[in-house]
Protein backbone atom coordinates (compact mmCIF):
# COMPACT_ATOMS: atom_id res chain seq x y z
CA UNK A 1 0.00 0.00 0.00
CA UNK A 2 1.33 3.37 -0.46
CA UNK A 3 -0.14 6.99 0.36
CA UNK A 4 -1.68 9.05 -2.86
CA UNK A 5 -3.72 11.76 -3.39
CA UNK A 6 -6.15 11.51 -5.79
CA UNK A 7 -4.25 13.08 -8.79
CA UNK A 8 -1.89 9.86 -8.04
CA UNK A 9 -3.70 7.87 -7.58
CA UNK A 10 -5.83 8.22 -11.26
CA UNK A 11 -2.24 8.41 -12.94
CA UNK A 12 -1.60 5.00 -10.99
CA UNK A 13 -4.47 3.56 -12.72
CA UNK A 14 -3.73 4.17 -16.23
CA UNK A 15 0.26 3.30 -16.14
CA UNK A 16 -0.93 0.49 -14.92
CA UNK A 17 -3.64 -0.44 -17.65
CA UNK A 18 -1.34 1.02 -20.34
CA UNK A 19 1.29 -1.26 -18.92
CA UNK A 20 -1.00 -4.01 -18.72
CA UNK A 21 -2.50 -3.53 -21.96
CA UNK A 22 -1.05 -2.38 -25.22
CA UNK A 23 -4.13 -1.67 -26.67
CA UNK A 24 -4.66 1.29 -23.93
CA UNK A 25 -3.87 5.06 -24.94
CA UNK A 26 -4.66 8.29 -24.15
CA UNK A 27 -5.71 11.97 -25.59
CA UNK A 28 -6.55 15.17 -24.90
CA UNK A 29 -4.95 18.57 -24.30
CA UNK A 30 -1.90 18.75 -22.92
CA UNK A 31 -1.62 15.51 -21.68
CA UNK A 32 1.58 14.06 -23.15
CA UNK A 33 4.79 16.72 -22.54
CA UNK A 34 2.84 18.75 -19.60
CA UNK A 35 1.12 16.19 -18.07
CA UNK A 36 -1.78 17.92 -17.77
CA UNK A 37 -3.00 20.63 -16.59
CA UNK A 38 -3.86 19.00 -12.80
CA UNK A 39 -0.92 16.32 -13.77
CA UNK A 40 -3.06 13.52 -14.11
CA UNK A 41 -0.67 11.70 -16.74
CA UNK A 42 2.64 13.52 -15.85
CA UNK A 43 5.70 11.32 -16.70
CA UNK A 44 3.24 8.69 -19.14
CA UNK A 45 4.45 10.12 -22.41
CA UNK A 46 8.05 9.62 -21.52
CA UNK A 47 7.29 5.70 -20.80
CA UNK A 48 4.53 5.25 -23.40
CA UNK A 49 5.91 7.45 -26.20
CA UNK A 50 4.01 10.28 -28.57
CA UNK A 51 2.02 7.45 -30.21
CA UNK A 52 0.08 5.89 -27.19
CA UNK A 53 0.03 9.75 -25.49
CA UNK A 54 -1.13 11.58 -27.67
CA UNK A 55 -1.14 15.74 -27.66
CA UNK A 56 -4.56 16.70 -29.14
CA UNK A 57 -5.46 20.26 -30.54
CA UNK A 58 -8.00 22.49 -28.62
CA UNK A 59 -11.03 20.68 -30.26
CA UNK A 60 -13.23 18.76 -27.91
CA UNK A 61 -15.57 17.38 -30.89
CA UNK A 62 -12.50 16.26 -32.38
CA UNK A 63 -11.38 14.48 -29.58
CA UNK A 64 -14.49 12.24 -28.53
CA UNK A 65 -14.76 11.83 -32.84
CA UNK A 66 -11.11 9.92 -33.04
CA UNK A 67 -11.56 8.27 -29.87
CA UNK A 68 -14.57 6.81 -30.74
CA UNK A 69 -12.77 5.52 -34.36
CA UNK A 70 -10.07 3.91 -32.43
CA UNK A 71 -12.17 2.18 -30.35
CA UNK A 72 -14.32 1.11 -32.90
CA UNK A 73 -10.99 0.18 -34.57
CA UNK A 74 -9.86 -1.90 -31.42
CA UNK A 75 -8.12 -0.06 -29.07
CA UNK A 76 -8.93 0.93 -25.58
CA UNK A 77 -8.69 5.10 -25.75
CA UNK A 78 -8.70 6.97 -22.76
CA UNK A 79 -9.48 10.52 -24.01
CA UNK A 80 -9.12 13.73 -21.10
CA UNK A 81 -11.55 16.79 -21.75
CA UNK A 82 -9.64 19.11 -19.49
CA UNK A 83 -12.58 20.78 -17.52
CA UNK A 84 -16.01 19.24 -17.49
CA UNK A 85 -17.17 22.89 -18.85
CA UNK A 86 -15.45 22.34 -22.00
CA UNK A 87 -17.71 19.18 -22.33
CA UNK A 88 -19.98 20.27 -24.76
CA UNK A 89 -19.01 20.36 -27.63
CA UNK A 90 -18.29 16.83 -27.94
CA UNK A 91 -21.61 16.25 -26.46
CA UNK A 92 -23.13 15.25 -29.98
CA UNK A 93 -20.67 12.57 -30.69
CA UNK A 94 -21.25 11.50 -27.21
CA UNK A 95 -24.38 11.36 -27.35
CA UNK A 96 -25.20 10.76 -30.77
CA UNK A 97 -22.27 8.22 -31.78
CA UNK A 98 -20.63 6.96 -29.13
CA UNK A 99 -23.65 5.93 -26.58
CA UNK A 100 -25.52 4.49 -29.69
CA UNK A 101 -23.13 2.70 -31.41
CA UNK A 102 -23.48 -0.98 -29.85
CA UNK A 103 -27.53 -0.48 -30.38
CA UNK A 104 -27.49 0.42 -33.87
CA UNK A 105 -25.07 -1.84 -35.10
CA UNK A 106 -27.00 -4.81 -33.44
CA UNK A 107 -24.58 -5.51 -31.31
CA UNK A 108 -21.58 -5.88 -33.87
CA UNK A 109 -19.55 -3.37 -33.16
CA UNK A 110 -19.03 -1.07 -29.79
CA UNK A 111 -16.01 1.26 -28.81
CA UNK A 112 -14.61 1.18 -25.43
CA UNK A 113 -13.60 5.12 -24.78
CA UNK A 114 -13.53 6.20 -20.88
CA UNK A 115 -14.01 9.83 -20.60
CA UNK A 116 -12.23 11.66 -17.73
CA UNK A 117 -13.09 15.45 -17.01
CA UNK A 118 -12.35 17.55 -14.31
CA UNK A 119 -15.53 18.65 -12.59
CA UNK A 120 -16.94 20.62 -9.93
CA UNK A 121 -16.09 24.42 -8.19
CA UNK A 122 -14.09 25.09 -5.15
CA UNK A 123 -10.84 26.46 -7.01
CA UNK A 124 -12.15 29.78 -7.42
CA UNK A 125 -12.15 28.56 -11.19
CA UNK A 126 -15.70 30.78 -11.85
CA UNK A 127 -18.65 30.07 -14.22
CA UNK A 128 -16.58 28.37 -17.07
CA UNK A 129 -14.24 26.08 -14.59
CA UNK A 130 -16.64 24.93 -11.87
CA UNK A 131 -19.86 23.15 -13.57
CA UNK A 132 -21.21 19.81 -12.32
CA UNK A 133 -22.40 18.67 -15.87
CA UNK A 134 -22.79 14.91 -14.61
CA UNK A 135 -26.96 15.09 -14.70
CA UNK A 136 -27.14 15.08 -18.30
CA UNK A 137 -24.89 12.12 -19.26
CA UNK A 138 -26.96 10.03 -16.66
CA UNK A 139 -29.71 10.60 -19.00
CA UNK A 140 -28.09 9.26 -21.98
CA UNK A 141 -29.09 5.44 -22.47
CA UNK A 142 -25.21 3.87 -23.37
CA UNK A 143 -23.04 5.87 -21.24
CA UNK A 144 -22.05 4.76 -17.83
CA UNK A 145 -21.31 7.56 -15.48
CA UNK A 146 -19.07 7.85 -12.41
CA UNK A 147 -17.69 10.06 -9.75
CA UNK A 148 -15.25 9.32 -6.81
CA UNK A 149 -14.65 10.59 -3.92
CA UNK A 150 -11.83 8.91 -2.66
CA UNK A 151 -8.04 8.11 -3.64
CA UNK A 152 -9.14 4.34 -3.70
CA UNK A 153 -12.28 4.42 -5.37
CA UNK A 154 -10.43 6.77 -7.90
CA UNK A 155 -7.99 3.99 -9.09
CA UNK A 156 -10.19 1.08 -8.66
CA UNK A 157 -13.28 2.60 -10.66
CA UNK A 158 -10.97 3.98 -13.25
CA UNK A 159 -9.45 0.74 -14.29
CA UNK A 160 -12.52 -1.22 -14.35
CA UNK A 161 -13.87 2.00 -16.70
CA UNK A 162 -11.16 1.47 -18.94
CA UNK A 163 -11.60 -2.54 -19.02
CA UNK A 164 -15.61 -1.53 -19.42
CA UNK A 165 -16.70 -2.56 -23.09
CA UNK A 166 -19.53 0.27 -22.52
CA UNK A 167 -18.51 4.24 -22.92
CA UNK A 168 -17.94 5.42 -19.75
CA UNK A 169 -17.76 9.23 -18.66
CA UNK A 170 -15.72 9.57 -15.79
CA UNK A 171 -16.23 12.70 -13.07
CA UNK A 172 -13.15 13.78 -11.24
CA UNK A 173 -14.54 16.11 -8.58
CA UNK A 174 -10.76 18.80 -8.69
CA UNK A 175 -11.50 20.31 -5.14
CA UNK A 176 -10.77 17.07 -3.78
CA UNK A 177 -7.00 16.12 -6.24
CA UNK A 178 -5.49 16.75 -3.09
CA UNK A 179 -7.73 15.58 -0.60
CA UNK A 180 -10.31 15.56 1.28
CA UNK A 181 -12.76 18.95 1.44
CA UNK A 182 -15.45 19.04 4.28
CA UNK A 183 -16.78 22.23 3.20
CA UNK A 184 -15.65 24.98 5.34
CA UNK A 185 -14.58 27.44 3.27
CA UNK A 186 -12.50 29.18 6.28
CA UNK A 187 -9.71 26.24 5.88
CA UNK A 188 -7.43 26.34 3.38
CA UNK A 189 -7.14 23.91 0.12
CA UNK A 190 -5.34 21.06 1.29
CA UNK A 191 -2.06 19.98 -0.96
CA UNK A 192 0.13 17.04 -0.46
CA UNK A 193 2.47 18.44 1.85
CA UNK A 194 -0.31 18.91 4.12
CA UNK A 195 -2.75 16.06 3.75
CA UNK A 196 -1.17 12.70 2.23
CA UNK A 197 -3.71 11.07 0.64
CA UNK A 198 -4.67 8.02 1.37
CA UNK A 199 -3.92 4.26 1.36
CA UNK A 200 -3.68 2.70 -2.24
CA UNK A 201 -2.50 -0.53 -3.66
CA UNK A 202 0.12 0.26 -5.89
CA UNK A 203 -0.94 -2.76 -7.96
CA UNK A 204 -4.09 -3.24 -10.18
CA UNK A 205 -7.31 -3.36 -8.43
CA UNK A 206 -10.85 -2.84 -9.54
CA UNK A 207 -13.89 -1.69 -8.58
CA UNK A 208 -16.92 -2.69 -10.19
CA UNK A 209 -19.13 0.07 -11.78
CA UNK A 210 -22.92 -0.03 -10.27
CA UNK A 211 -21.79 -0.64 -6.63
CA UNK A 212 -22.11 1.97 -4.13
CA UNK A 213 -20.50 1.83 -0.76
CA UNK A 214 -21.75 2.94 2.76
CA UNK A 215 -19.00 4.96 3.78
CA UNK A 216 -20.48 5.14 7.39
CA UNK A 217 -22.91 3.46 9.29
CA UNK A 218 -26.09 4.41 11.06
CA UNK A 219 -29.69 4.26 12.24
CA UNK A 220 -31.13 7.71 12.45
CA UNK A 221 -30.92 8.70 8.24
CA UNK A 222 -29.60 7.88 4.97
CA UNK A 223 -27.49 10.72 3.09
CA UNK A 224 -26.91 9.62 -0.30
CA UNK A 225 -24.41 11.61 -1.95
CA UNK A 226 -21.18 11.19 -4.21
CA UNK A 227 -17.84 13.17 -5.24
CA UNK A 228 -16.86 16.02 -3.31
CA UNK A 229 -20.38 16.13 -1.11
CA UNK A 230 -19.03 12.87 0.89
CA UNK A 231 -16.84 14.73 2.71
CA UNK A 232 -19.08 17.28 3.55
CA UNK A 233 -22.04 15.37 4.12
CA UNK A 234 -19.41 13.28 6.91
CA UNK A 235 -18.83 16.56 8.55
CA UNK A 236 -22.08 17.54 8.62
CA UNK A 237 -23.45 14.84 10.09
CA UNK A 238 -21.24 14.64 12.78
CA UNK A 239 -21.75 18.09 13.75
CA UNK A 240 -25.39 17.39 13.94
CA UNK A 241 -24.95 14.38 16.13
CA UNK A 242 -27.18 12.28 14.05
CA UNK A 243 -26.34 8.39 13.30
CA UNK A 244 -26.19 8.65 9.32
CA UNK A 245 -25.58 6.25 6.88
CA UNK A 246 -23.64 7.97 4.53
CA UNK A 247 -23.75 6.33 1.01
CA UNK A 248 -21.23 7.26 -1.69
CA UNK A 249 -23.22 6.48 -5.00
CA UNK A 250 -19.67 6.15 -6.94
CA UNK A 251 -21.71 5.40 -9.66
CA UNK A 252 -24.26 7.31 -11.07
CA UNK A 253 -25.48 5.19 -13.67
CA UNK A 254 -26.09 2.44 -13.63
CA UNK A 255 -27.15 3.53 -10.05
CA UNK A 256 -27.15 0.50 -7.23
CA UNK A 257 -30.59 0.77 -6.47
CA UNK A 258 -30.49 -2.34 -3.47
CA UNK A 259 -28.11 -0.51 -1.90
CA UNK A 260 -30.18 2.82 -1.35
CA UNK A 261 -33.17 0.43 -0.85
CA UNK A 262 -31.93 -1.20 1.80
CA UNK A 263 -30.52 2.05 3.94
CA UNK A 264 -33.46 3.96 3.56
CA UNK A 265 -35.86 0.82 5.01
CA UNK A 266 -33.82 0.74 7.70
CA UNK A 267 -33.42 4.49 8.55
CA UNK A 268 -36.95 6.09 7.24
CA UNK A 269 -35.37 9.75 6.78
CA UNK A 270 -33.26 10.77 3.74
CA UNK A 271 -31.00 12.82 2.83
CA UNK A 272 -30.12 13.78 -0.71
CA UNK A 273 -26.88 16.16 -1.84
CA UNK A 274 -24.91 17.25 -4.76
CA UNK A 275 -22.69 20.26 -5.49
CA UNK A 276 -24.74 20.11 -8.73
CA UNK A 277 -27.48 22.69 -9.61
CA UNK A 278 -30.78 21.90 -7.88
CA UNK A 279 -33.39 22.24 -10.94
CA UNK A 280 -33.01 18.84 -12.89
CA UNK A 281 -29.93 17.26 -10.52
CA UNK A 282 -29.56 14.52 -10.25
CA UNK A 283 -30.51 14.55 -6.84
CA UNK A 284 -33.99 14.58 -8.77
CA UNK A 285 -33.32 10.95 -9.92
CA UNK A 286 -32.23 9.85 -6.12
CA UNK A 287 -35.35 11.61 -4.86
CA UNK A 288 -37.48 10.11 -6.91
CA UNK A 289 -36.40 6.25 -6.86
CA UNK A 290 -36.05 6.70 -3.38
CA UNK A 291 -40.20 7.84 -3.39
CA UNK A 292 -40.67 4.28 -5.44
CA UNK A 293 -38.94 2.05 -3.66
CA UNK A 294 -38.97 3.58 0.11
CA UNK A 295 -42.29 5.28 0.19
CA UNK A 296 -44.06 3.41 3.07
CA UNK A 297 -40.99 3.10 4.87
CA UNK A 298 -40.53 6.85 5.05
CA UNK A 299 -40.56 8.59 8.34
CA UNK A 300 -40.72 12.16 6.48
CA UNK A 301 -40.37 13.99 3.25
CA UNK A 302 -36.97 13.83 1.60
CA UNK A 303 -34.39 16.63 1.76
CA UNK A 304 -32.12 17.93 -0.54
CA UNK A 305 -29.44 19.95 -0.84
CA UNK A 306 -28.07 21.65 -3.85
CA UNK A 307 -26.20 24.29 -5.68
CA UNK A 308 -28.40 26.88 -6.13
CA UNK A 309 -29.99 27.21 -9.79
CA UNK A 310 -27.44 29.86 -11.24
CA UNK A 311 -24.13 29.65 -12.84
CA UNK A 312 -20.84 28.94 -10.56
CA UNK A 313 -20.11 32.67 -9.49
CA UNK A 314 -16.46 33.47 -8.51
CA UNK A 315 -16.68 36.52 -6.22
CA UNK A 316 -19.57 33.94 -4.37
CA UNK A 317 -18.36 30.78 -4.69
CA UNK A 318 -19.10 29.38 -0.74
CA UNK A 319 -22.49 31.17 -0.95
CA UNK A 320 -22.72 28.95 -4.14
CA UNK A 321 -21.46 25.51 -2.80
CA UNK A 322 -23.63 23.61 -0.35
CA UNK A 323 -21.64 23.66 2.33
CA UNK A 324 -21.38 22.04 6.13
CA UNK A 325 -24.32 24.80 7.27
CA UNK A 326 -26.93 23.99 4.58
CA UNK A 327 -26.23 20.21 4.87
CA UNK A 328 -27.08 20.48 8.54
CA UNK A 329 -29.96 22.82 7.93
CA UNK A 330 -31.60 20.38 5.64
CA UNK A 331 -30.20 17.47 8.41
CA UNK A 332 -32.41 19.36 11.02
CA UNK A 333 -35.31 19.40 9.26
CA UNK A 334 -35.68 16.28 8.26
CA UNK A 335 -35.43 15.49 11.73
CA UNK A 336 -37.25 17.23 13.15
CA UNK A 337 -40.09 16.27 10.74
CA UNK A 338 -43.18 14.19 12.35
Known sequence: MSQMNMIQAINSALDIMMEKDPTVIILGQDIGYFGG???????LQNKYGEHRVIDAPIAEG???????????NGLRPVAEIQFADYIYPSYDQIVSELARLRFRSGGEFFSPVTIRTPCGGGIRGGQTHSQSP????THISGIKSVMPSSPYDAKGLLISAIESDDPVVFFEP????NGP??????????SWATHPGGEVPRDYYSIPL????IVEKGDELSIITYGTMVHVAQ?????TGVSADIIDVRTLAPLDIATLRQSVEKTGRCLVAHEATRFGGYGAELVATIQEQ??????????????WDTPYPHAFEWEYFPGQERVMAGIENIMEAA
Not at 181 to 190: E, R, S
Open 37 to 43: VFRCTDG
Open 62 to 72: GIIGSAIGIGV
Open 134 to 137: EAIF
Open 174 to 177: KRIY
Open 181 to 190: FDGDPNKPAV
Open 210 to 213: GKAE
Open 235 to 239: AAAHR
Open 294 to 307: CFYHLEAPIERVAG
